[in-house]
């Protein structure tokens, strides 16, 4: 069972970033999914989750209208669409999968049955 994040890179301020997480070893379309981050010194932190359906969807206020999760379960493919990247949005950023839809544990990082790895989005002044 594996998630492989890939998309990241270095863009400059105001720009944007397509990220994407494949799945494989296992079908994760039943599966909940999220994006989360870590910046260098820092805890990693939520920054978006959608259930299996894409029917709900929930973000991190400081990506709240930047940020748009969406999935294509036909692909096994989670992605994350960034706009407006602000230098503050530099880590390396996570896809993970969670069986039971749990907000308030997502927004804690924790909840999640998967980790996948990560790729590193570095966004310049």
């Known amino acids: 069972v594996q998630l492989q994040a890939s998309g990241g890179g270095l863009v400059q301020a105001g720009g944007s970033l397509r990220l994407s997480c494949a799945a494989s070893g296992r079908t994760f379309s039943s599966d909940h999914m999220g994006w989360f981050r870590q910046a260098p010194g820092k805890e990693r932190e939520f920054v978006a989750a959608?259930?299996?359906?894409?029917?709900?969807?929930s973000y991190a206020d400081s990506v709240k209208g930047r940020f748009t999760i969406s999935r294509d379960n036909a692909k096994n493919t989670v992605y994350l669409q960034m706009n407006s990247l602000k230098p503050e949005d530099t880590a390396v950023y996570y896809c993970a999968a969670a069986r039971v839809w749990d907000i308030a544990a997502m927004r804690g990082s924790y909840g999640m049955d998967y980790w996948g790895k990560g790729t590193l989005v570095t966004v310049s002044s």
């Open positions: 959608i259930t299996w359906s894409g029917s709900t969807k």
